[in-house]
């Protein structure tokens, strides 16, 4: 059975940071293209980062230079460093595994003073 649990949100200051966690089980993490996406009320999912089973990353033009995307496979579990948070970022963020259809049930940050 395959479970995506995301933790780590909460609510934070503009320019504050926040440290989001999926812990992965039920499939061959290692080998697996792990990403984080948002959703902020009334808005599309937007592609935050990906990190593939190599390690190569890619981010979204809204979060690049601000947040980065780590993995440690020992403990199946990837990461999300979200630094310099603008009340913009406000939104519920999910771990998605790539290519197939599984989804975390979405940790909210909130950023706001």
């Known amino acids: 059975q395959v479970q995506l649990v995301e933790s780590g949100g909460g609510l934070v200051q503009p320019g504050g940071s926040l440290r989001l966690s999926c812990a992965a089980s039920?499939?061959?993490?290692?080998?697996?293209?792990m990403h984080w996406y948002r959703q902020a009320p009334g808005k599309e999912r937007e592609f935050v980062a990906v990190i593939t089973a190599a390690g190569k990353t890619i981010y979204g033009d809204s979060v690049k230079d601000r947040f980065t995307i780590s993995r440690n496979n020992a403990n199946s579990t990837v990461y999300l460093q979200m630094n310099s948070l603008k009340p913009e970022d406000t939104a519920v963020y999910y771990c998605?595994?790539?290519?197939?259809?599984?989804w975390g049930q979405g940790t909210q940050v909130t950023v706001s003073s």
């Open positions: 998605y595994c790539g290519g197939t259809s599984y």
């Open positions: 039920g499939f061959t993490f290692s080998r697996s293209a």
